[in-house]
Nanobody, 123 residues
């Protein structure tokens, strides 16, 4: 599967943004998916993950209650709805896939990555 993330941009604190990740190639519905981010000078970290079917999700504590991960297997699309954005959410956001059906939180188990989309939140 190939992945392409989009939807990043410059927003103000408190605004919302929706990231999209378009998948092509192999059957999208066969893969667990996740969103990761890397802020300047920091290591890449998991933001959210979703199971193959979409029924299971995981959120990092820093985004719980503000972000929502979802997928549309019929459209081969992954989404990340980000509400109440904070300056500390500023980062390059990546979508990635892993070959498991469950929610996967271990970054090393993700083997296909999109190119990243930059989200900048001003205060």
């Amino acid at each position: 599967v190939q992945l392409q993330a989009s939807g990043g941009g410059l927003v103000q604190a408190g605004d919302s943004l929706r990231l999209s990740c378009a998948a092509s190639g192999r059957t999208f519905s066969n893969y667990g998916m996740g969103w990761f981010r890397q802020a300047p000078g920091k290591e890449r970290e998991i933001v959210a993950a979703i199971s193959m079917s979409g029924t299971g999700t995981y959120y990092a504590d820093s985004v719980k209650g503000r972000f929502t991960i979802s997928r549309d297997n019929a459209k081969n699309m992954l989404y990340l709805q980000m509400n109440s954005l904070k300056p500390e959410d500023t980062a390059v956001y990546y979508c990635a896939s892993n070959p498991t059906r469950w929610v996967e939180t271990t970054q090393a188990r993700y083997n296909v990555w999109g190119q990243g989309t930059l989200v900048t939140v001003s205060s």
